[in-house]
Protein backbone atom coordinates (compact mmCIF):
# COMPACT_ATOMS: atom_id res chain seq x y z
CA UNK A 1 0.00 0.00 0.00
CA UNK A 2 1.24 3.62 -0.79
CA UNK A 3 1.80 6.32 2.06
CA UNK A 4 -0.28 8.48 -0.18
CA UNK A 5 -3.30 6.29 -0.16
CA UNK A 6 -2.85 5.55 4.31
CA UNK A 7 -3.04 9.55 4.32
CA UNK A 8 -6.33 9.43 2.17
CA UNK A 9 -8.05 6.81 4.16
CA UNK A 10 -7.78 9.12 7.54
CA UNK A 11 -9.40 11.80 5.79
CA UNK A 12 -12.38 9.81 4.82
CA UNK A 13 -11.51 9.07 1.14
CA UNK A 14 -12.51 5.76 -0.06
CA UNK A 15 -9.28 3.76 -0.89
CA UNK A 16 -11.71 1.23 -3.02
CA UNK A 17 -14.56 1.68 -4.69
CA UNK A 18 -16.65 -0.98 -6.29
CA UNK A 19 -19.06 -0.30 -8.42
CA UNK A 20 -22.04 -2.26 -10.07
CA UNK A 21 -22.45 -0.30 -13.45
CA UNK A 22 -26.04 -0.85 -14.04
CA UNK A 23 -28.70 0.76 -16.11
CA UNK A 24 -27.07 0.37 -19.85
CA UNK A 25 -29.85 -1.56 -21.37
CA UNK A 26 -32.67 0.64 -19.79
CA UNK A 27 -30.80 3.94 -20.76
CA UNK A 28 -30.83 2.35 -24.32
CA UNK A 29 -34.36 1.50 -24.48
CA UNK A 30 -35.43 5.04 -23.07
CA UNK A 31 -34.28 6.47 -26.38
CA UNK A 32 -35.56 4.04 -28.99
CA UNK A 33 -31.88 2.14 -29.34
CA UNK A 34 -31.16 -1.49 -28.80
CA UNK A 35 -29.78 -2.33 -25.72
CA UNK A 36 -26.07 -2.58 -26.94
CA UNK A 37 -25.82 1.34 -27.70
CA UNK A 38 -26.62 1.82 -23.88
CA UNK A 39 -23.65 -1.02 -23.38
CA UNK A 40 -21.08 1.56 -25.73
CA UNK A 41 -23.02 4.83 -23.53
CA UNK A 42 -22.07 2.84 -20.53
CA UNK A 43 -17.78 2.21 -22.09
CA UNK A 44 -18.02 5.83 -21.66
CA UNK A 45 -19.09 6.44 -18.86
CA UNK A 46 -16.34 4.03 -17.39
CA UNK A 47 -13.53 6.40 -19.20
CA UNK A 48 -14.48 9.17 -17.48
CA UNK A 49 -14.69 7.48 -13.98
CA UNK A 50 -11.90 5.90 -14.18
CA UNK A 51 -9.84 9.08 -15.11
CA UNK A 52 -11.45 10.96 -11.58
CA UNK A 53 -10.95 8.24 -9.20
CA UNK A 54 -7.02 9.79 -9.32
CA UNK A 55 -8.10 12.92 -8.96
CA UNK A 56 -10.29 11.98 -6.09
CA UNK A 57 -8.27 10.05 -4.10
CA UNK A 58 -8.78 7.02 -4.76
CA UNK A 59 -6.51 3.91 -5.06
CA UNK A 60 -8.47 0.80 -6.17
CA UNK A 61 -11.63 0.62 -8.44
CA UNK A 62 -13.32 -2.85 -9.01
CA UNK A 63 -16.09 -2.75 -11.75
CA UNK A 64 -18.60 -5.36 -12.09
CA UNK A 65 -18.66 -5.36 -16.22
CA UNK A 66 -20.42 -8.94 -16.69
CA UNK A 67 -21.38 -10.95 -14.21
CA UNK A 68 -21.28 -15.34 -14.65
CA UNK A 69 -25.53 -14.42 -14.68
CA UNK A 70 -25.09 -12.52 -17.81
CA UNK A 71 -24.48 -15.46 -20.24
CA UNK A 72 -28.34 -15.79 -19.73
CA UNK A 73 -28.93 -12.81 -22.31
CA UNK A 74 -29.44 -13.25 -26.25
CA UNK A 75 -25.94 -14.73 -27.73
CA UNK A 76 -26.04 -10.48 -30.01
CA UNK A 77 -26.42 -8.74 -26.44
CA UNK A 78 -23.38 -10.55 -25.22
CA UNK A 79 -21.29 -10.48 -28.15
CA UNK A 80 -21.84 -6.85 -28.75
CA UNK A 81 -20.82 -6.83 -24.67
CA UNK A 82 -17.70 -8.15 -25.20
CA UNK A 83 -16.93 -6.42 -28.96
CA UNK A 84 -16.96 -3.19 -26.89
CA UNK A 85 -14.37 -4.41 -24.08
CA UNK A 86 -12.06 -4.84 -27.45
CA UNK A 87 -13.04 -1.56 -28.63
CA UNK A 88 -12.49 0.29 -25.30
CA UNK A 89 -9.13 -1.82 -24.91
CA UNK A 90 -7.97 -0.69 -28.08
CA UNK A 91 -8.72 3.10 -27.74
CA UNK A 92 -8.01 3.56 -23.94
CA UNK A 93 -4.79 1.41 -23.21
CA UNK A 94 -2.18 4.37 -24.22
CA UNK A 95 -3.93 6.77 -22.19
CA UNK A 96 -4.58 4.09 -18.86
CA UNK A 97 -1.06 3.34 -19.41
CA UNK A 98 0.41 6.86 -19.76
CA UNK A 99 -2.09 7.87 -16.48
CA UNK A 100 -0.14 4.69 -14.68
CA UNK A 101 -3.22 3.07 -14.23
CA UNK A 102 -2.61 -1.03 -13.32
CA UNK A 103 -5.33 -3.06 -14.85
CA UNK A 104 -6.84 -6.54 -13.07
CA UNK A 105 -9.11 -9.01 -14.17
CA UNK A 106 -11.31 -11.09 -11.72
CA UNK A 107 -13.47 -13.84 -12.77
CA UNK A 108 -13.27 -17.06 -14.96
CA UNK A 109 -12.51 -14.58 -17.87
CA UNK A 110 -11.10 -18.02 -19.86
CA UNK A 111 -14.48 -18.60 -21.08
CA UNK A 112 -14.82 -15.54 -22.74
CA UNK A 113 -14.81 -15.10 -26.59
CA UNK A 114 -10.67 -15.26 -27.30
CA UNK A 115 -10.20 -11.29 -28.80
CA UNK A 116 -11.20 -10.20 -25.61
CA UNK A 117 -8.81 -12.40 -23.76
CA UNK A 118 -6.08 -11.42 -26.06
CA UNK A 119 -6.65 -7.80 -25.63
CA UNK A 120 -6.87 -8.12 -21.92
CA UNK A 121 -3.75 -9.73 -21.89
CA UNK A 122 -2.30 -7.31 -23.53
CA UNK A 123 -3.81 -4.30 -20.62
CA UNK A 124 -2.53 -6.81 -18.02
CA UNK A 125 0.94 -7.28 -19.03
CA UNK A 126 1.29 -3.34 -20.66
CA UNK A 127 0.72 -2.14 -17.03
CA UNK A 128 1.78 -4.42 -14.91
CA UNK A 129 4.38 -2.53 -13.40
CA UNK A 130 2.35 0.63 -13.46
CA UNK A 131 2.13 2.05 -9.60
CA UNK A 132 -1.06 4.14 -10.50
CA UNK A 133 -4.52 3.51 -9.75
CA UNK A 134 -5.29 -0.21 -9.51
CA UNK A 135 -8.73 -0.51 -11.68
CA UNK A 136 -10.16 -4.16 -11.53
CA UNK A 137 -12.37 -5.63 -13.92
CA UNK A 138 -15.16 -8.00 -12.56
CA UNK A 139 -15.33 -10.22 -16.10
CA UNK A 140 -17.29 -13.45 -15.81
CA UNK A 141 -17.19 -12.85 -12.11
CA UNK A 142 -19.60 -14.51 -9.53
CA UNK A 143 -19.19 -14.15 -5.63
CA UNK A 144 -20.45 -17.72 -5.11
CA UNK A 145 -18.40 -19.04 -7.68
CA UNK A 146 -15.20 -17.51 -6.44
CA UNK A 147 -16.18 -19.00 -2.76
CA UNK A 148 -16.39 -22.40 -4.33
CA UNK A 149 -13.59 -22.01 -6.07
CA UNK A 150 -11.57 -21.11 -3.04
CA UNK A 151 -12.89 -23.52 -0.74
CA UNK A 152 -11.96 -26.46 -3.16
CA UNK A 153 -8.32 -24.93 -3.60
CA UNK A 154 -8.08 -24.93 -0.03
CA UNK A 155 -9.45 -28.42 0.87
CA UNK A 156 -7.21 -29.52 -2.50
CA UNK A 157 -3.91 -28.39 0.00
CA UNK A 158 -5.08 -29.14 3.43
CA UNK A 159 -5.99 -33.10 2.01
CA UNK A 160 -2.27 -32.91 0.45
CA UNK A 161 -0.86 -32.09 3.67
CA UNK A 162 -3.32 -35.05 5.28
CA UNK A 163 -6.22 -33.61 7.57
CA UNK A 164 -4.91 -32.66 10.68
CA UNK A 165 -6.54 -30.60 13.58
CA UNK A 166 -3.54 -27.86 12.95
CA UNK A 167 -4.52 -28.04 9.13
CA UNK A 168 -8.37 -27.11 9.74
CA UNK A 169 -7.39 -24.77 12.15
CA UNK A 170 -4.96 -22.72 9.56
CA UNK A 171 -8.07 -22.39 7.15
CA UNK A 172 -8.65 -19.12 8.66
CA UNK A 173 -10.63 -15.64 7.03
CA UNK A 174 -7.20 -14.40 6.13
CA UNK A 175 -6.47 -18.02 4.00
CA UNK A 176 -10.18 -17.91 2.32
CA UNK A 177 -9.03 -14.11 1.45
CA UNK A 178 -5.83 -14.92 -0.14
CA UNK A 179 -7.57 -17.65 -2.40
CA UNK A 180 -10.02 -15.58 -3.01
CA UNK A 181 -9.92 -13.94 -7.03
CA UNK A 182 -9.22 -10.35 -5.08
CA UNK A 183 -6.07 -11.46 -3.20
CA UNK A 184 -4.02 -8.93 -2.65
CA UNK A 185 -6.85 -6.44 -2.67
CA UNK A 186 -8.17 -4.23 0.17
CA UNK A 187 -11.89 -5.31 0.93
CA UNK A 188 -14.03 -2.24 -1.02
CA UNK A 189 -14.94 0.66 1.57
CA UNK A 190 -17.78 1.97 -0.72
CA UNK A 191 -20.13 -0.13 -2.91
CA UNK A 192 -21.86 1.59 -5.84
CA UNK A 193 -24.96 0.36 -7.63
CA UNK A 194 -26.36 2.75 -10.65
CA UNK A 195 -29.54 1.75 -12.75
CA UNK A 196 -32.14 1.97 -9.49
CA UNK A 197 -31.91 -1.73 -7.96
CA UNK A 198 -30.64 -2.54 -4.67
CA UNK A 199 -29.26 -5.87 -4.75
CA UNK A 200 -25.71 -7.08 -5.18
CA UNK A 201 -26.41 -9.53 -7.73
CA UNK A 202 -23.36 -12.06 -6.87
CA UNK A 203 -20.92 -9.60 -6.53
CA UNK A 204 -17.93 -9.60 -3.70
CA UNK A 205 -19.79 -11.57 -1.25
CA UNK A 206 -17.15 -11.84 0.90
CA UNK A 207 -15.51 -8.37 0.92
CA UNK A 208 -18.51 -6.22 1.25
CA UNK A 209 -18.57 -7.34 5.01
CA UNK A 210 -18.67 -3.73 6.00
CA UNK A 211 -18.46 -1.99 2.69
CA UNK A 212 -20.97 0.98 2.34
CA UNK A 213 -23.62 1.11 0.12
CA UNK A 214 -24.90 3.44 -1.87
CA UNK A 215 -27.85 2.43 -4.61
CA UNK A 216 -28.27 5.27 -6.78
CA UNK A 217 -31.14 5.73 -9.48
CA UNK A 218 -28.89 7.36 -11.97
CA UNK A 219 -28.46 4.89 -15.03
CA UNK A 220 -24.96 3.61 -15.51
CA UNK A 221 -24.11 6.08 -18.81
CA UNK A 222 -25.26 9.17 -16.88
CA UNK A 223 -22.81 8.52 -13.96
CA UNK A 224 -20.35 10.79 -14.39
CA UNK A 225 -17.67 12.61 -11.91
CA UNK A 226 -19.97 14.73 -10.24
CA UNK A 227 -22.24 11.79 -8.97
CA UNK A 228 -18.96 10.13 -7.80
CA UNK A 229 -18.27 13.13 -6.18
CA UNK A 230 -21.55 13.52 -4.72
CA UNK A 231 -21.13 9.48 -3.41
CA UNK A 232 -17.57 10.18 -1.55
CA UNK A 233 -19.51 12.85 -0.08
CA UNK A 234 -22.39 10.78 0.84
CA UNK A 235 -19.26 7.90 1.93
CA UNK A 236 -17.90 10.84 4.18
CA UNK A 237 -20.43 11.86 6.52
CA UNK A 238 -21.13 7.71 6.82
CA UNK A 239 -19.98 6.43 10.85
CA UNK A 240 -19.04 3.18 10.07
CA UNK A 241 -18.56 1.46 13.49
CA UNK A 242 -17.43 -1.90 12.39
CA UNK A 243 -19.21 -3.62 15.21
CA UNK A 244 -17.73 -1.29 17.75
CA UNK A 245 -19.39 1.95 19.95
C1 LIG B 1 -25.43 -3.41 -16.89
O1 LIG B 1 -26.51 -2.87 -17.55
C2 LIG B 1 -24.40 -3.99 -17.79
C3 LIG B 1 -24.33 -5.46 -17.75
C4 LIG B 1 -25.00 -6.23 -16.94
C5 LIG B 1 -23.43 -6.09 -18.70
P1 LIG B 1 -27.75 -3.76 -17.97
O2 LIG B 1 -27.48 -4.34 -19.31
O3 LIG B 1 -28.05 -4.78 -16.92
O4 LIG B 1 -28.89 -2.69 -18.06
P2 LIG B 1 -30.38 -2.82 -17.56
O5 LIG B 1 -30.32 -3.21 -16.10
O6 LIG B 1 -31.03 -3.88 -18.37
O7 LIG B 1 -30.96 -1.47 -17.77
C1 LIG C 1 -25.37 -6.89 -12.41
O1 LIG C 1 -26.35 -6.37 -13.24
C2 LIG C 1 -24.17 -7.31 -13.21
C3 LIG C 1 -23.42 -6.24 -13.83
C4 LIG C 1 -23.62 -4.97 -13.70
C5 LIG C 1 -22.32 -6.67 -14.67
P1 LIG C 1 -27.55 -7.27 -13.78
O2 LIG C 1 -28.41 -6.39 -14.59
O3 LIG C 1 -27.02 -8.48 -14.43
O4 LIG C 1 -28.27 -7.71 -12.42
P2 LIG C 1 -29.74 -8.21 -12.15
O5 LIG C 1 -30.05 -9.26 -13.17
O6 LIG C 1 -30.66 -7.04 -12.28
O7 LIG C 1 -29.72 -8.74 -10.75
MG1 LIG D 1 -29.25 -4.73 -15.26
Not at 114 to 127: C, I, M, P, R, S
Amino acid sequence: MTMSSKIEKTSGTPEHIAIIMDGNGRWASRRGNPRVFGHNAGMKALKEIVKACPDLGVGFLTVYAFSTENWKRPQDEVQGIFRLMVKYIESELAELHKNNVKVGVIGDWSAIPAEAGVKLQDALKTTKDNTGLVFTIALNYGGRRELTEAFRKLAAERLADGVTPEALESIDEEAVSAYLNTAGLPDPDLIIRTGGEQRLSNFLLWQCAYSEFIFTDVLWPDFGREELENCIEEFRRRHRRYGGL
